[in-house]
Every structure is written in structure tokens, then in C-alpha cells.
């Protein structure tokens, strides 16, 4: 498949015959945007609190209702079977099980039970993320992940979960995208908890990759298998000639950063150079645990960056520039050869034969049902190019096992609140009524056996 292909008006949606035997299809969601955070006994965390400060969130809204999937999960398990998919990939919520971050909630764990056994009755593999930004308040307190009893913690909560479901998880990511835990939050103040502080993101982003370590060590001594981790990728390139500097710190910062330090148990000097000072004391000695062998990576891929050096700013002294590409109502582009490309780096550069999983694609689009009805044909097209991609990524050597479409139903998405669509279902949310888009319709007629 050439680069022609990714940009085709109405790709070739690929069917399942092309993909290798045994590839797993499935879709996605997160715990604190579905659930409704003010069911079934979940403490506060900081998202509620930072969706409760003005204007970090759109409309202020937060994810106390959500999708109410806490009251309708088997609904929705039915809505995955009725599409074909071999698997769903769900998170459990840290505020729910722990609602200070310490003492069990039984409630918590029984509707994970439910749930995961839901699952398996409908011929649903299970795939466990264990922690997707749902810190519980109580941590949050003590400094969140810039402290380093966060990732303790973690790794308490990840033996607890795993205690009461891991017999029945065909795989566990420990952590969902880190940059966003760390980075995005803590730097750029985007996500909770809203941070602008250098010191901040270097103890988080040092210390969400000691949680994974620490939690993958606590489980791997329980005797669990099948133990990974999802990161988020984007393919950094240059909005001119002269910005190699720029390419590099970028990337830097946003890849290498996560995946050098579980693949080689090393940071890229070149971010080491701004954020250094501000590391926690005796950092180095956490890189053996970290760097602890993976059974598989997980990759979230949205879009591209095009970027630049940014003269006289303060460190990173880089900027983004808007691409030429037709977007999503997010604003990001889409661009398919980016997953291509990113998926034959991950296995030529850093994990070799290891499985590799999609955990993570999709696209938002301004949706309305009528007369019954959601036609989205963008997000058809979406999946049919990004799906190409993946295909041509396993033709050139990556050991790629599974695609997750993001997200299973429009959701709480963060900072945008309920203002961006991603969803194969469109959820009407003074209703919570469930209409599947026509993209859900495509997909299944790709997947069915």
C-alpha cells in the first residue's frame, strides 16, 4: 500500500482476511468518561476538582454522569458483541476501587466483576488498563504523581485490581499515555491537575514511569502474565528546513522520553539537558526497575506535529504549526502513514518482536442523529485509512496483534467536556440513548467472519 493510498476520498475499508489469523479487533473507553463518577461509591479525584475550577473544562462539566455506563454496561457489552468485535478494552477507575487512594471499596470491585464476567458471557476478551487519570483526591493532596509515594501507591492499587480480576484480563497496561499524565498536565496545564511547573513535570514524569515499574515487579511477583504498558505517539516533523534541533527535543519529549526509559532504562539527554535540575533525588537508581521486560506495548496514535524552533522562549524553545491536512473537530490531522510509520519505528527501534497492539485510533466529528440515523462517513473513511496503515506496518516487519477503535461510545472528553464526538456510538446525553453510527454498521460488515 503506498502513501496514495492514505489519501484516497473513500479508501478501501480492510476486511478481516486481511489481517493476519488471530489479529484482534475491538474497541475502547476509559473509566472516569463513561462510568459516572458519582455512582456505585467512587471518591472525588482531580479531575472532578479540576473540572470544577473555571475554565479548564468547557462548560464546566464533569464526569459525574458520563455515559451512566455503571448503570447500562450491558448494554453496551451488547453493543460491542452486536459489532463483531473480538475485544474491549476498558480501564478500572483508582477513585472507585480506592476512594482515598488506600482503603478498598467493595463496591468498586464487585462492579468490575460484573463487568469483566460480562465480558467473557458475550465472547469479549478482556483488556485491563489499570490507571486512566482518575487520581483519587486524597493523593492528589500530597502532590499527586510530583510525589514519589504516588507510585507506591500504584502499585498497591494495580495487586489489589489484579487480585479480584486478573485471572480473567487477556492482557494488562498498567498506564495509559504518560506524556498526558505528566507532560500535558504538569507542563502545559491542559489536563488535570492544571499545572505550569517545571519541577512538577519532571517528578511526574519520572515517577508515572516508576509506577509502571514498581506495579509491573508487584504483579509479575504474583505470577501474572501478559503485563504491558500504552503509550501515545505522534510523528514529529519539521515545518521546515533547519529544524532538526527542534524535530529531535520534540520527539525527545514526547516518544523517546516514555519508550527509551522501558525499553532501554535510559532518558534522551537532550530533555535531561532542561528538566535535570528539577529531577527527584536519586532518580537514576529506579531505571533497572522500569526498564523491567514488557510482554507488550500498547500505541495510541492520533495525529502528527509540524514544529519549529521558537527563538527567545524558554526551554523547550520549540512551537507547533498548524498542518495543511483535513482535520477532525478536534483541529488534529489526519494522517494515516503516521501510524505506518510509528509502528515499524516502535519495532525496528525499540521492541523488536514483542506483540504490539492499537490500543488507541479514532477521530472526533460533530455528529446528530436524524431520522434514526448518524451518517459518518468521515470517521468510515478514518478507520478504513488508518486500518490500511496498520496492515502495511505488519507487511514490513512489525509483530502488530490488535486495533482498538477509540472510542466505543461519544464520551466525556476531558477538557472539551461533552462538546467532541469520537465515539462508533453516539450517545444523546440527556437521554443516554445509544444510536450506532454508520461507522459502527462499517465496521462490522470489515469484521465479520
Not at 480473567?168 to 496545564?189: D, F, Q
Not at 492544571?194 to 519520572?206: E, F, K
Not at 535510559?266 to 532542561?274: A, S
Not at 527501534?349 to 460533530?366: C, F, H, R
Request: aromatic content about 10%; overall charge negative.
Amino acid at each position: 500500500m503506498s502513501d496514495a493510498t492514505f489519501t484516497e476520498p473513500n479508501p478501501a475499508m480492510p476486511r478481516r482476511s486481511d489481517f493476519p489469523k488471530g489479529f484482534v479487533f475491538g474497541a475502547a473507553t476509559a473509566a472516569y468518561q463513561i462510568e459516572g463518577h458519582g455512582f456505585g461509591g467512587a471518591g472525588p479525584c482531580h479531575w472532578d476538582s479540576f473540572a470544577a475550577t473555571g475554565r479548564n473544562v468547557a462548560g464546566n462539566e464533569d464526569g459525574a454522569r458520563a455515559c451512566e455506563h455503571y448503570l447500562r454496561w450491558a448494554e453496551d457489552l451488547d453493543l460491542i458483541r452486536d459489532a463483531g468485535l473480538d475485544a474491549y478494552r476498558f480501564s478500572t477507575s483508582w477513585a472507585r476501587v480506592m476512594p482515598d487512594g488506600v482503603t478498598v471499596n467493595p463496591e468498586g470491585l464487585d462492579f468490575y466483576d460484573r463487568l469483566v464476567d460480562g465480558m467473557i458471557e458475550r465472547g469479549l476478551t478482556p483488556y485491563l488498563t489499570l490507571y486512566h487519570w482518575d487520581l483519587p483526591s486524597a493523593l492528589a493532596d500530597k502532590g499527586g504523581w510530583a510525589n514519589r509515594e504516588t507510585a507506591e501507591a500504584f502499585a498497591e492499587y494495580a495487586a489489589v485490581v489484579m487480585d479480584r480480576i486478573g485471572d480473567r484480563v487477556a492482557r494488562t497496561a498498567t498506564i495509559n499515555e504518560p506524556w498526558c499524565v505528566s507532560w500535558l498536565s504538569h507542563y502545559e496545564g491542559h489536563h488535570a491537575p492544571g499545572l505550569r511547573d517545571i519541577r512538577a513535570t519532571a517528578r511526574s514524569m519520572h515517577h508515572i514511569q516508576l509506577a509502571h515499574g514498581l506495579a509491573l515487579a508487584r504483579l509479575r511477583a504474583a505470577g501474572h502474565r501478559n503485563l504491558g504498558i500504552v503509550l501515545n505517539f505522534s510523528e514529529i516533523l519539521p515545518a521546515g528546513p533547519g529544524e532538526e534541533a527542534a524535530v529531535d527535543l520534540s520527539d525527545a519529549i514526547s516518544n523517546r522520553w516514555f519508550i527509551e526509559s522501558v525499553a532501554r532504562g535510559t532518558y534522551p539527554q537532550v530533555v535531561l539537558d532542561g528538566l535535570g535540575g528539577h529531577m527527584p533525588q536519586g532518580w537514576e537508581a529506579d531505571m533497572p526497575t522500569i526498564a523491567a521486560p514488557l510482554d507488550w506495548l500498547g500505541v495510541n496514535y492520533y495525529t502528527r506535529a509540524i514544529v519549529s524552533h521558537d527563538k527567545g522562549a524558554a526551554w523547550p524553545a520549540t512551537r507547533a504549526h498548524e498542518g495543511p491536512l483535513p482535520k477532525t473537530q478536534m483541529g488534529w490531522e489526519i494522517y494515516p502513514q503516521g501510524l505506518r510509520n510509528l509502528l515499524v519505528r516502535m519495532a525496528r527501534d525499540y521492541v523488536g518482536d514483542l506483540p504490539i497492539v492499537v490500543t488507541e485510533n479514532g477521530m472526533a466529528w460533530d455528529d446528530h442523529v436524524q431520522d434514526g440515523q448518524v451518517a459518518d462517513a468521515v470517521r468510515r473513511n478514518y478507520i478504513a485509512a488508518h486500518l490500511g496503515a496498520a496492515r502495511q506496518a505488519i507487511a514490513e516487519g512489525a509483530n502488530l496483534q490488535g486495533f482498538f477503535y477509540w472510542s466505543l461510545l461519544d464520551n466525556y472528553e476531558w477538557a472539551f467536556g461533552y462538546a467532541r464526538r469520537f465515539g462508533l456510538v453516539h450517545v444523546d446525553f440527556d437521554t443516554m440513548k445509544r444510536t450506532p453510527k454508520a461507522s459502527y454498521h462499517a465496521l462490522k460488515a470489515a469484521v465479520s467472519r
